[in-house]
């Protein structure tokens, strides 16, 4: 008789799958099946939500215009009969506006060429009396707004020393640099929007007539007062900056 077999029962396995490989494939792997194809159209498919909006009954639509236009003259309504209403929808007015401008500037370079206004030599205290004399003998109504805030006052001669400082080398002082100076000399906190209007005051109270005007050291007190009419408007309450203690 002949010997056993010694075959290894591992290697018997291992050949009995690559014979069953070739012969199901000719002896290649087969490649990886590509990811099923989405439905014509599905990536385009609407939300419930949208499908909800466009299916709402023409009737419910109308109802909710209807009652939109109820609201909308009721609100007009109130706000003609009620002065403290209307106040405090153009409180939030204003400050929806303030917020869009504050979202607008940020990041905006300064216009080019915009020139720089030059201040006398005054002080911070005279400052402040020539632009309370200023607004003393002004008639224009935000004037007399300016006159009931003195803390306004003092804001617009803190701005002034800060334009004056930043301004002596020629050149228009910055949003920025405003801001910076403004907190560390006098501990003032501003946003964009407010130390753009107070550049702009500034500007403005120097310019011809104005109780910063340039060469007006012996005539001040004699000069026209200057209308405000023609400068942005002096939204005082958008100006309440935030003072740290020095």
């Known amino acids: 008789m002949g010997k056993p077999s010694t075959v290894d029962p591992v290697e018997q396995v291992a050949e009995a799958e690559r014979c069953f490989r070739m012969d199901s494939d000719d002896g290649t792997q087969a490649p990886p099946s590509a990811p099923p194809l989405s439905e014509p159209g599905e990536e385009h498919r609407l939300t419930a939500e949208e499908l909800a909006f466009l299916l709402r009954d023409p009737a419910e639509r109308a109802r909710e215009a209807d009652r939109a236009a109820r609201s909308n003259r009721s609100r007009t309504e109130r706000r003609a009969a009620d002065p403290a209403y209307a106040e405090r929808l153009r409180a939030g007015d204003r400050e929806r506006q303030r917020r869009r401008r504050l979202r607008q500037s940020i990041g905006r370079p300064e216009p080019p060429g915009s020139p720089v206004a030059f201040l006398p030599d005054l002080s911070e205290a005279e400052a402040v009396r020539r632009l309370t004399l200023h607004l003393e003998r002004s008639t224009d109504r935000q004037a007399v707004q300016l006159r009931r ?32 100076l403004l907190k560390s000399r006098f501990g003032r906190s501003v946003t964009p929007s407010q130390v753009q209007k107070l550049r702009d005051h500034v500007e403005a109270f120097a310019t011809p007539g104005g109780p910063w005007a340039a060469g007006t ?11 405000m009419k023609g400068i942005a408007k002096a939204d005082t309450d958008s100006h309440a900056s935030r003072q740290e203690p020095r």
């Open 217 to 227: 050291a012996g005539t001040a007190d004699a000069a026209e007062p200057l209308r």
């Open 149 to 180: 805030r003195p803390e306004r006052v003092r804001l617009y001669a803190e701005a002034f020393v800060v334009y004056r400082t930043l301004a002596a080398g020629g050149d228009r002082p910055t949003r920025g640099a405003l801001a910076a």
